[in-house]
C-alpha cells in the first residue's frame, strides 16, 4: 500500500532552521513528506538539496515547471512553522506566493490541514491575528495555538524556545484528521 502523502508548508521564522525534525518524525510516522516552501523560509533558513536529500522530493518554491516532477494528491497538509504573515494573508484570502495559492485551494478542497504558528505574544495580541486564526478555524484548519500546542513567547525569546517546539502535536493532529484515523 501507497504511503499517505505529506505536504510540509514552510513559512520563513525560527522553527525552520530545524525543519529537518519534523521530517524525521513523519518518515518515522510513514507519511511520504514533500516540502513546500516561502520565500522567506527559502532566503533565511533553508539546505534545499539537504531537504531534497532528505526527502527524496525537489522543495517546491513555485509552480511547477517543465520536468519537474507533480505534486502527488495530499493526504493532509502541516504548516509549520507558520508565520504571523503567512496566516493572516491566507485568511484574509490573499494568494501571493506558491504556498499560500497552494493553501487557498487545499482549504477550499477540504483536505486535512493543521497549522502550527511561531509567533511572539505580541504578534498573537494582534486582534488581527485573533481574527485570521478564527477564520481558519470556521473553514475547518486545525489551528494548534495554546494549551497542547504552540504557545507564544515574549518579543525577543524566539531562541530560547526553539526545542520546545512542539512538531509532534502537528503530526500526530494531522493523522487525526484523516477520514478513518483516530
Ligand atoms: C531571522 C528571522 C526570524 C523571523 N522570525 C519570525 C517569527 O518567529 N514569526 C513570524 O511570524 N515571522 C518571523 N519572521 C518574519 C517573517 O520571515 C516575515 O514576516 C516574512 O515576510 C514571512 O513570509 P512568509 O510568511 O511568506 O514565510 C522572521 C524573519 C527573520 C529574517
Not at 494528491?73 to 499560500?100: C, E, Q, R, S
Not at 504557545?151 to 531562541?159: E, F, I, M, N, S
Request: include cysteine; hydrophobic fraction near 45%.
Amino acid at each position: 500500500m501507497s504511503k499517505p502523502v505529506l505536504y510540509l508548508m514552510i513559512c520563513g521564522a525560527g522553527p525552520a532552521d530545524h525543519i529537518e525534525r519534523m521530517i524525521r518524525l513523519a518518515h518515522d510516522d510513514g507519511w511520504d513528506t514533500w516540502c513546500v516552501a516561502t520565500p522567506a523560509a527559502i532566503e533565511y533558513f533553508l539546505d534545499l538539496d539537504a531537504l531534497a536529500e532528505l526527502t527524496g522530493h525537489v522543495v517546491r518554491t513555485g509552480h511547477q515547471r517543465a520536468g519537474q516532477p507533480a505534486l502527488p494528491k495530499a493526504t493532509a497538509v502541516v504548516v509549520a512553522p507558520a508565520t504571523y504573515n503567512t496566516i493572516n494573508k491566507w485568511a484574509a484570502g490573499i494568494a501571493d506566493t506558491y504556498v499560500l495559492t497552494q493553501l487557498a485551494e487545499l482549504t477550499g478542497l477540504g483536505v486535512p490541514i493543521v497549522v502550527l504558528p511561531f509567533v511572539n505574544t505580541a504578534l498573537a495580541a494582534n486582534r488581527v491575528f485573533q481574527r485570521s486564526v478564527d477564520e481558519l478555524r470556521t473553514s475547518g484548519v486545525t489551528v494548534l495555538l495554546g494549551e497542547g500546542g504552540f504557545v507564544p513567547h515574549p518579543p525577543r525569546t524566539g531562541g530560547q524556545v526553539m526545542e520546545g517546539y512542539p512538531w509532534e502535536a502537528a503530526l500526530e493532529a494531522a493523522r487525526k484528521k484523516i477520514p478513518g484515523e483516530v
